[in-house]
Structures are given as structure tokens and as C-alpha cells.
């Protein structure tokens, strides 16, 4: 399957997204299923993960709900309060694995200080996330790279994705420390990477091929294609660029490679990763 494995849906509400500034106003609006399909259409891909973008079950209810209604969404990664359940989230995990479509959590820890990673309840209850064999994707600034490395190794069992490649800020060329950061978390081979989100770290979102480019060769040749999973973080990127030369951009860059390499990007590690279905 041709998999996005990074996209979001809202009903939008100024309350719930305060997150979108102004600056966003493009994308002040709901954004649902029927919307993202025509797009996965046109650009010939079979189906999407979707992602938290609030932290409240009411959401991850919302997307399991929307996921039951709609094939196209393979799975979902939500939100559940794990810092606050510790042990106890095994309960709330066991509830929430029931659905086929539940895939794993995430929580936004680049609103975070680092002292998070080392939360009592947070740790315990990724180790009932692990044991449930469900994913983490892990959302983070660069600069929390060398917290983060350090939380990884407290669960070598855990499936870990990076969202939008820990987010640089993308002004240049690749930074020697960001990248020296990924390449250790790499040698953990429980780590995975998601190519997304990146055009929206461009300052001004003034993006462009070459600009971003050296990135992708980067986390490709850290992880490689079996642990690097593309994604568009749509709707968000639409502040910076349409889906189709988001798209296109990736699929050049993964020209040069073999089919099945090409095939594992665009969407087999997302389904291995994830243990999505057709």
C-alpha cells in the first residue's frame, strides 16, 4: 500500500486550535475525510494515518469513530492522558486497543521541558504501551534530541517514530549537531523516522527543493528506507505548500532508488511500522 502516514482531521474552534495563529489563518477551517480523499486519489495513495492534534480522548474517540466510517484511514495515533494513569493507563490501553484501527499515542512533547522525559507515570505507562506491542510517535524540537536519546533507551521495546524529522529549523544546510543526534538515535533500531512536517520549519515557509533536499538525503541514509515513512502533516503544510508538490518533491527524491526501497518510503515501513491492513 501507498500510505501518508502523517495527516490530521478537526472540526475547527478557536478554543480547541488555539494553536493556529494568525499566521495560519489558511487553515482555520474543519478539515475532514471527505476532503483528504479526493487528494489521496489524485495522487494514487491507498490510505493515511491520522494523528493527534489535541490532547483529549474526545478527539481520539473522534478519529476511531471517523476511521470506522472511512477505509482510507488505516490507522490512528491519539492521545491518552499517560502521564496522569502511570500503571493505571493499562486499563485505558486495553480499552482503546480493542478498536482494529488504534495503532499507537502520542503526546506533544515539544511543548515540554525536558524534565518530562524523565516523568515516573509518563515512563511506566510506555511500558504498558510496549507491551501492548501499540507504537509512540515521538513529536520533539531538535533541541530536545539529547533528552530524547536518553528516554529512548529506557525503552529498548517500544516502537518509536520521529515526527517531521524532530523538526530543525530548516535555514541551510543539515546542522552537523542534528545530525550527529539522529545518527546515534538510529543505532537504536526500535527508532523509526517520518519525512513530514518539514516545509513548515522553513522560516517565512519560503521552501524549495534544493533547500530541502540535503534533509531528506540525510535521514535517508540514517535510517534508511526501512525505518523512514513519508508524510505530508496535512493540513498543516498547507500553510507552506500544496499537497501535490509535497508529493512530488519526495517522489523525486526517491528517484534514485530501487523499487523496493522506493516502496518501503512511500508507504511499507508505515505498514510494517504500524501493522496497518489493507
Given at each position: 500500500m501507498k500510505i501518508d502516514a502523517h495527516q490530521h482531521f478537526w472540526r475547527y474552534s478557536s478554543t480547541e486550535y488555539g494553536w493556529i495563529d494568525n499566521a495560519m489563518s489558511a487553515i482555520r477551517r474543519d478539515f475532514l475525510p471527505a476532503d483528504l480523499a479526493s487528494i489521496l486519489g489524485s495522487e494514487k495513495l491507498d490510505g493515511s494515518v491520522a494523528v493527534q492534534a489535541r490532547q483529549s480522548l474526545a478527539e481520539t474517540d473522534w478519529l476511531l469513530e471517523l476511521a470506522s466510517s472511512h477505509p482510507s484511514i488505516k490507522g490512528v495515533v491519539g492521545w491518552l492522558p499517560?502521564?496522569?494513569?502511570?500503571?493505571?493507563?493499562a486499563v485505558l490501553l486495553d480499552r482503546y486497543?480493542?478498536?482494529?484501527?488504534?495503532?499507537?499515542?502520542?503526546?506533544?512533547?515539544?511543548?515540554?521541558?525536558?524534565?518530562y522525559f524523565e516523568n515516573t507515570e509518563f515512563n511506566?505507562?510506555?511500558h504498558e504501551v510496549a507491551a501492548r506491542h501499540l507504537t509512540y510517535d515521538l513529536l520533539i524540537l531538535a533541541r530536545q534530541l539529547p533528552a530524547a536519546l536518553a528516554w529512548v533507551d529506557r525503552h529498548p521495546s517500544l516502537r518509536i517514530v520521529i515526527d517531521h524529522i524532530a523538526k530543525p529549523v530548516v535555514?541551510?544546510?543539515p546542522s552537523l549537531e542534528w545530525r550527529s543526534q539522529l545518527t546515534e538515535l538510529a543505532r537504536r533500531p526500535n527508532v523509526f523516522c517520518k519525512f513530514s512536517g518539514v516545509v513548515t520549519e522553513v522560516p517565512g515557509w519560503n521552501w524549495t527543493p534544493q533547500l530541502l533536499r540535503p534533509h531528506f538525503d540525510a535521514v535517508l541514509e540514517i535510517f534508511g528506507p526501512r525505518r523512514l515513512m513519508f508524510g505530508?502533516?496535512?493540513?498543516?503544510?498547507l500553510v507552506a505548500t500544496e499537497y501535490s508538490r509535497w508529493h512530488a518533491f519526495v517522489n523525486d527524491c526517491i528517484a534514485p532508488l530501487t523499487l523496493a526501497e522506493k516502496t518501503a518510503v512511500?508507504?511499507?515501513?508505515a505498514?510494517?511500522?504500524?501493522?496497518?491492513?489493507s
Amino acid at each position: 500500500m501507498k500510505i501518508d502516514a502523517h495527516q490530521h482531521f478537526w472540526r475547527y474552534s478557536s478554543t480547541e486550535y488555539g494553536w493556529i495563529d494568525n499566521a495560519m489563518s489558511a487553515i482555520r477551517r474543519d478539515f475532514l475525510p471527505a476532503d483528504l480523499a479526493s487528494i489521496l486519489g489524485s495522487e494514487k495513495l491507498d490510505g493515511s494515518v491520522a494523528v493527534q492534534a489535541r490532547q483529549s480522548l474526545a478527539e481520539t474517540d473522534w478519529l476511531l469513530e471517523l476511521a470506522s466510517s472511512h477505509p482510507s484511514i488505516k490507522g490512528v495515533v491519539g492521545w491518552l492522558p499517560l502521564a496522569q494513569e502511570g500503571v493505571r493507563s493499562a486499563v485505558l490501553l486495553d480499552r482503546y486497543q480493542r478498536h482494529p484501527r488504534f495503532k499507537g499515542v502520542r503526546h506533544v512533547l515539544q511543548a515540554e521541558p525536558d524534565a518530562y522525559f524523565e516523568n515516573t507515570e509518563f515512563n511506566a505507562a510506555l511500558h504498558e504501551v510496549a507491551a501492548r506491542h501499540l507504537t509512540y510517535d515521538l513529536l520533539i524540537l531538535a533541541r530536545q534530541l539529547p533528552a530524547a536519546l536518553a528516554w529512548v533507551d529506557r525503552h529498548p521495546s517500544l516502537r518509536i517514530v520521529i515526527d517531521h524529522i524532530a523538526k530543525p529549523v530548516v535555514h541551510g544546510s543539515p546542522s552537523l549537531e542534528w545530525r550527529s543526534q539522529l545518527t546515534e538515535l538510529a543505532r537504536r533500531p526500535n527508532v523509526f523516522c517520518k519525512f513530514s512536517g518539514v516545509v513548515t520549519e522553513v522560516p517565512g515557509w519560503n521552501w524549495t527543493p534544493q533547500l530541502l533536499r540535503p534533509h531528506f538525503d540525510a535521514v535517508l541514509e540514517i535510517f534508511g528506507p526501512r525505518r523512514l515513512m513519508f508524510g505530508s502533516d496535512w493540513p498543516v503544510c498547507l500553510v507552506a505548500t500544496e499537497y501535490s508538490r509535497w508529493h512530488a518533491f519526495v517522489n523525486d527524491c526517491i528517484a534514485p532508488l530501487t523499487l523496493a526501497e522506493k516502496t518501503a518510503v512511500m508507504g511499507g515501513t508505515a505498514v510494517n511500522f504500524y501493522h496497518l491492513k489493507s
